[in-house]
């Protein structure tokens, strides 16, 4: 089956492939700064979000891939890390939990994540582990701190879905130009009709940056691709953009807040 595209002219000479100036991303958002270096995991700092983006802070691999896979979520809104909770009967001397991150959604509803190796929750420590986020949960919900909380570990991420969210992040700058293209030639497309990211990149007709402009879409939820795989040159977008959505059909996920019931707290 083929698409035709109506013409839309761009002067190919004149558009580089790259964008130029800088625009520096927004500073951290974290209540308190991780250690500059550690002996034991390491400390990092990645830029996620749209436009130029936001720093955010890490202090361990598995949160910084905890953080790319949270902001591919379409529905998350805005993502906090290193997040100071206090809690506990005694105003006078409260205990602290630090979140690794919490994200609000859309909808105004605040998910809070605990990031843990799986091997740290089957420890000799894993009954303290759980009576301290059990009285943590209990103390969140009464307070209305958060709607939820969550905890992580490297068995909840699918590598097809890192290396997507990687990708999704790295092409996040605004591209006005390819971007309007992008989505001229996405809406050429009748409603789940799709083509590959090399064919719709050839018809958006300005190189990298039409390709770049295409994977904006991914994240967007305006495309998707057709099926479970890594964004590459062969994999086939869909338009979703009129599209109603059949629940088999892979899709980029959505975070709901689910409150869990009344905890007796520790």
């Given at each position: 089956m083929s698409y035709h595209f109506r013409d839309v002219h761009h002067h190919l000479d004149a558009l580089p492939d790259e964008l130029t100036g800088i625009v520096l991303p927004a500073p951290s958002q974290a209540v308190r700064d991780v250690p500059a270096a550690s002996s034991a995991h390491c400390t990092a700092h990645?830029?996620?979000?749209?436009?130029?983006?936001?720093?955010?802070?890490?202090?361990?691999h598995l949160e910084i891939d905890s953080s790319y896979i949270l902001n591919s979520v379409r529905n998350v809104a805005s993502m906090q890390e290193q997040v100071i909770f206090h809690f506990g009967w005694d105003r006078k001397k409260q205990?602290?939990?630090?979140?690794?991150?919490?994200?609000?959604?859309?909808?105004g509803e605040r998910i809070a994540f605990a990031v843990k190796p799986e091997v740290r929750l089957y420890s000799s420590k894993k009954k303290s582990f759980e009576e301290h986020?059990?009285?943590?949960?209990?103390?969140?919900?009464?307070?209305?701190?958060?709607?939820?909380?969550?905890?992580l570990t490297e068995?909840?991420?699918?590598p097809v879905d890192l290396y997507n969210a990687k990708v999704m992040a790295a092409v996040r700058a605004v591209d006005i130009d390819a971007d309007d293209a992008a989505q001229h030639a996405l809406s050429s497309l009748p409603a789940?009709?799709?083509?590959?990211?090399?064919?719709?990149?050839?018809?958006?007709?300005?190189?990298a940056r039409g390709y770049r402009a295409l994977i904006r879409l991914l994240r967007t939820g305006e495309a998707r691709l057709q099926a479970k795989e890594r964004i590459s040159p062969d994999a086939v977008i869909v338009n979703a953009r009129v599209e109603k959505l059949i629940q088999h059909l892979p899709d980029r996920p959505v975070l709901v807040a689910e409150p869990q019931p009344a905890l007796t707290v520790v």
């Open positions: 990645s830029v996620l979000g749209d436009g130029a983006g936001v720093r955010m802070q890490h202090e361990s205990k602290t939990h630090i979140f690794d991150v919490i994200v609000t959604l859309v909808s986020m059990q009285a943590v949960t209990w103390w969140a919900y009464e307070t209305g701190f958060v709607d939820e909380v969550r905890i068995v909840d991420l699918d789940g009709g799709g083509l590959s990211l090399r064919e719709l990149t050839s018809a958006v007709g300005l190189g």
